[in-house]
């Protein structure tokens, strides 16, 4: 059973920064992709960003592009994200997701079966 907790949220202004982390139990973190949601209020969760377990391969949402960096430690058991230049459209909760498959990334919601309890980020103007 894939266990996940995130860490890392808070409440930043507009153009800071933050790294959430996603500590990864019951499974090796080499045998999942890790993925990266947001839930914005009133919004359908949206996909930020993925990286494969095999090869590391990462894909990032339109949200995502150029401002976020996704990364895994698998000898910590560990997932990253890294987000820059944070906008107030960036408020919402933050979640880390496996996938049922386990290896295989994808961008759909559903296809995620293990989810952390998520960590909310909040930007302010």
């Known amino acids: 059973q894939v266990q996940l907790v995130e860490s890392g949220g808070g409440s930043v202004q507009t153009g800071g920064s933050l790294k959430l982390s996603c500590a990864i139990s019951?499974?090796?973190?080499?045998?999942?992709?890790i993925a990266w949601f947001r839930q914005a209020p009133g919004k359908e969760r949206e996909v930020l960003a993925t990286?494969?377990?095999?090869?590391?391969?990462?894909y990032f949402g339109d949200s995502g592009k150029g401002r976020f960096t996704i990364s895994r430690d698998n000898a910590k058991g560990m997932g990253y994200l890294q987000m820059n230049n944070l906008k107030p459209k960036d408020t919402g909760m933050y979640y880390c997701?496996?996938?049922?498959?386990?290896?295989?990334?994808?961008?759909?919601?559903?296809?995620?079966?293990?989810w952390g309890q998520g960590t909310q980020v909040t930007v302010s103007s």
């Open positions: 997701a496996a996938p049922t498959s386990g290896l295989v990334c994808t961008r759909r919601p559903d296809d995620y079966r293990y």
């Open positions: 019951g499974v090796p973190a080499s045998s999942v992709c």
């Open positions: 990286i494969n377990a095999l090869n590391g391969r990462t």
